[in-house]
Nanobody, 121 residues
């Protein structure tokens, strides 16, 4: 089984930027698509972004398109989420996942525990 560990979360003011990382170990990385999801208190987990196994294809939730960029470095077994122009609505626990290239969390079989992102106004 693969282990996924997120890092890079923190407190930032609206308009600021953060870069999240997800380190994978113990399993295949480069043959799987990867995704980012987020969950705010009292709300359902929602899709944020996904990237294909080779990194050539990406897709984003409408709420983050143009502000967030997903990328991966297969040589380092690491997934990234660059978050710019942050707004308070981005506040959530962000989780990375390994699976199929999909916007549905059901298509991802392995998950990290998450990293907290808090955006103040």
């Amino acid at each position: 089984q693969v282990q996924l560990v997120e890092s890079g979360g923190g407190l930032v003011q609206a308009g600021g930027s953060l870069r999240l990382s997800c380190a994978a170990s113990g399993g295949s990385f480069h043959t799987f698509a990867m995704g980012w999801f987020r969950q705010a208190p009292g709300k359902e987990r929602e899709f944020v972004a996904a990237i294909s196994a080779g990194g050539s294809t990406t897709t984003y939730a409408d709420s983050v398109k143009g502000r967030f960029t997903i990328s991966r470095d297969n040589a380092k077994n690491t997934l990234y989420l660059q978050m710019n122009s942050l707004i308070p609505e981005d506040t959530a626990v962000y989780l990375c996942a390994r699976g199929a290239f999909s916007t549905s969390e059901a298509r991802y079989g392995s998950w990290g525990q998450g990293t907290q992102v808090t955006v103040s106004s």
